[in-house]
């Protein structure tokens, strides 16, 4: 339940901020995005060549933290019908 919480106060900020300022918005989503999905990829990695003691949780809240960036764009553009400021 709470990832559930931390997607949906993470697509309510972005969707937010690219209301406000689009170009603002769509160039931090791309950037966190994309930050924290090499981030959970390296980490993912990491744990497959060496366990360690991280907790599960860990994972699935850094994938909220790719995810949710991903599908404000996405409904974003779908919504809008395109990027305004390209």
């Known amino acids: 339940m709470n990832y559930a919480l931390a997607l949906l106060g993470q697509l309510i900020a972005y969707l937010l901020l690219m209301l406000v300022n689009e170009y603002f918005g769509t160039l931090l ?6 930050i924290a999905l090499a ?5 993912y990695v990491v744990e497959w060549v060496q366990a360690s003691r991280v907790s599960p949780a860990y994972y699935r809240y850094v994938l909220t933290v790719w995810v949710a960036p991903l599908v404000a764009l996405l409904g974003f553009i779908l919504l809008r019908g395109g990027i305004g400021w390209l």
Do not use: D, E, F
Not at 29 to 34: E, Q, R
Not at 39 to 43: F, G
């Open 39 to 43: 981030v959970w990829c390296l980490s």
């Open 29 to 34: 989503a791309l950037l966190i995005g994309s």
